[in-house]
């Protein structure tokens, strides 16, 4: 199994302010994603982070809210772009290994935006 | 639009019950997950079920996975307050292509009462 290493673990920031989160994972993963997720409740997904390209968002996520990068198999950042309140939530990222259906997923950002 | 639906959506028990959690679907699905989450922490896999009619037991936990594919339960027997948490099924649908993507259901969140 893979572990991923997700930080912030938590942040507060001022509305109209940007902030990334970083994911790194510690072996080759073939696919990334970044969720959303309100305390308690599941989990949707906002886009799939392809290497070396642009990411692929679901729909009600853009890529100039929610720009996302993956430079390498290892690594992807998702920036939560010009924050409102209503952008608090905790934010995941997860990785599927070669040939697994399986995902791991880090520990999870909680963002406060007030 | 391939769509889990897990029941019940809260439960809150006494220690020592037993209980079981539905995830339906409309659809096949090439695998299910079953996910546990803590607060502040991300999902953590609990079981893969692949066949159809399969059966895991994982300690106290059983998970089955239906005979076409379609749902799956999950059954606690004599909970514990350590089995507190919120507990998400997720389907692999591979028609997307490669390992696509995971559909999580809504979750159930899970208190156990000493």
């Known amino acids: 199994s893979a572990v991923i290493s997700q930080k912030p673990s938590r942040d507060i920031c001022q509305r109209g302010t940007s902030l990334t989160i970083q994911c790194q994972v510690d072996?080759?993963?073939?696919?990334m994603f970044w969720y959303r997720q309100q305390p308690g409740q599941s989990l949707t997904l906002i886009a799939t982070?392809?290497?070396?390209?642009?990411?692929?968002?679901e729909s009600g996520f853009v890529i100039d809210k929610f720009p996302i990068s993956r430079p390498n198999l290892t690594f992807s950042t998702l920036t939560v772009s010009n924050m409102s309140p209503e952008d608090s939530s905790i934010y995941l990222c997860?990785?599927?290994?070669?040939?697994?259906?399986?995902?791991?997923f880090g520990q999870g950002t909680r963002l406060t935006v007030v | 639009t391939q769509l889990l639906e897990q029941s019940p959506q809260f439960l809150s028990i006494q220690e020592g019950e037993n209980l079981t959690v539905y995830c339906n679907s409309s659809?096949?699905?090439?695998?299910l997950q079953w996910y546990r989450q803590e607060p502040g922490e991300g999902p953590v896999l609990l079981v893969t079920?692949?066949?159809?009619?399969e059966v895991k037991k994982l300690k106290r936990l059983t998970f089955q996975f239906g005979d076409a594919r379609k749902d799956s339960s999950l059954h606690i027997t004599a909970a514990q307050p350590g089995d507190t948490g919120l507990y998400l099924c997720?389907?692999?649908?591979?028609?997307?292509?490669?390992?696509?993507?995971?559909?999580f259901g809504k979750g159930t969140k899970l208190s156990v009462k000493p």
């Open positions: 982070a392809n290497q070396g390209s642009e990411a692929t968002y």
């Open positions: 072996s080759q993963v073939t696919m």
């Open positions: 659809s096949v699905f090439s695998s």
């Open positions: 997720a389907g692999a649908d591979k028609l997307l292509g490669s390992q696509g993507n995971l559909i």
């Open positions: 997860s990785g599927l290994g070669q040939g697994a259906a399986e995902a791991f």
């Open positions: 079920v692949v066949t159809g009619g």
